[in-house]
């Protein structure tokens, strides 16, 4: 008689079920290989995962590798993301390499691997930012049109593509997790499989990503507010007192990122609902107390945010570089004013009124922009290796 599996997802059980069963389930996204599963004759107590199952994920030599002393045979060598998606080896004392550079090599091997797949993903984003550029140029430059027609028809389009942009992002982020988890345990996935497994977790993913990036959102425009305050005031007090509210909100920014740093993880890969996700990353986030500082996942996602931000920096000044050089007199001149006008706001209305209106995008721009979104998985790659690395070092 065929092994029959019970699988746990969401907190509940499903089965008993055969390999065929759950192949199917695994085909609609309904088991990833961190699911909790036991055989239906075998006691409660010994839970393992999906990906231990034989014949349902295709394993090849697992991730994020540690080095063996020299006179371990190669069986006895361990994966630490490999075991924590329920996939291990015989353990044996082990010395790490050194994690981020395992982290940025993994990354970039799992990209490579799924790149055609990580492109569609990344055409979720990059198909309405083309669609609102092309459609305002086109109808910027429509013989016969009226202005305000054609002002209408840009704005309406260019909000219809952001609504569409915002609706996506929770697949996007869904689609990441579950393609990197499958090339990670070396189980190759088509597009489509991932759009229809990503696609179920968009309620969940899209409530706990509004409250996130929300709250991100407030908290950037809370330090624009106190700048703005910093460059407009002349109490000493004032400044004195917008300084101390600015690094509260750094204080505060800083404890938030650290309370959500694997929330997609958990929520997709561990199907956890949105206060077991925000609870088990700010466990997991704060885990590796006994480590060095520079291994502990806290200042290791620190680091990879860090790259990205200063990436996705550059690819900005270098887009925007021939605009800002021509704007910058103006805003030199507006700035040395500042110091001496009696009223900083009118200085910086006409700042402001002296800027160029025409606010479209160069061919070099768009494309620089769509760079960054092609290379953009890469970010969410590297948080999936790292919260696996994590989950194996508890």
Not at 6 to 25: H, M, N, S
Not at 89 to 114: C, H, M, Q, W
Not at 346 to 365: D, G, H, W, Y
Request: aromatic share 10%.
């Amino acid at each position: 008689m065929a092994e029959q599996w019970i699988i746990r997802v969401q907190g509940k059980e499903y089965g008993p079920a055969d390999l065929a069963t759950l192949r199917e389930w695994k085909a609609d996204g309904r088991v990833l290989p961190a699911n909790p599963a036991r055989q239906a004759d075998v006691e409660e107590a010994h839970w393992k995962t999906a990906g231990d199952i034989p014949g349902l994920f295709q394993v090849e030599p697992p991730p994020v590798q540690t080095n063996v002393e020299a006179n371990a045979s190669p069986a006895r060598t361990v994966s630490r993301a490999g075991a924590s998606a329920g996939i291990a080896a015989d353990t044996a004392t082990t010395t790490s390499k050194p994690p981020s550079r395992n982290i940025l090599v993994e990354t970039f091997r799992i990209y490579f691997r799924g790149f055609f797949q990580f492109f569609c993903l990344s055409l979720l984003s990059i198909v309405p930012i083309v669609c609102a550029e092309l459609t305002n140029r086109f109808v910027d430059t429509a013989p016969g049109v009226n202005v305000d027609l054609r002002t209408l028809v840009a704005v309406a389009v260019g909000l219809c593509m952001l609504v569409l942009r915002i609706v996506l992002v929770p697949v996007y982020i869904a689609g990441i997790q579950i393609l990197t988890a499958e090339l990670a345990t070396g189980h190759r996935l088509g597009f489509f499989s991932v759009l229809n497994a990503a696609v179920k977790y968009w309620p969940r993913v899209a409530g706990l990503g509004l409250f996130v990036y929300g709250v991100f959102f407030l908290l950037i425009l809370f330090a624009l507010g106190i700048a703005i305050m910093v460059v407009t005031s002349a109490a000493l007090f004032s400044i004195v007192l917008a300084l101390g509210l600015l690094a509260f909100q750094v204080w505060l920014f800083g404890r938030f990122f650290i309370n959500v740093l694997f929330w997609q993880q958990f929520t997709v890969l561990e199907n956890a609902n949105v206060s077991e996700a925000l609870r088990e990353s700010r466990r997991l986030a704060r885990s590796g107390r006994d480590l060095p500082w520079y291994q502990r996942p806290l200042w290791r996602g620190a680091l990879i945010v860090s790259i990205w931000i200063a990436f996705a920096l550059a690819i900005a000044v270098v887009a925007m570089w021939p605009r800002l050089a021509a704007e910058w007199p103006l805003v030199r001149d507006s700035f040395s004013q500042l110091g001496v006008a009696q009223d900083p706001q009118v200085v910086l209305q006409k700042m402001m009124a002296s800027l160029p209106k025409n606010q479209t995008a160069s061919f070099s721009e768009l494309g620089l922009t769509v760079l960054q979104r092609i290379l953009q998985p890469l970010l969410g790659i590297a948080f999936v290796v790292l919260y696996l690395d994590t989950r194996q070092e508890e």
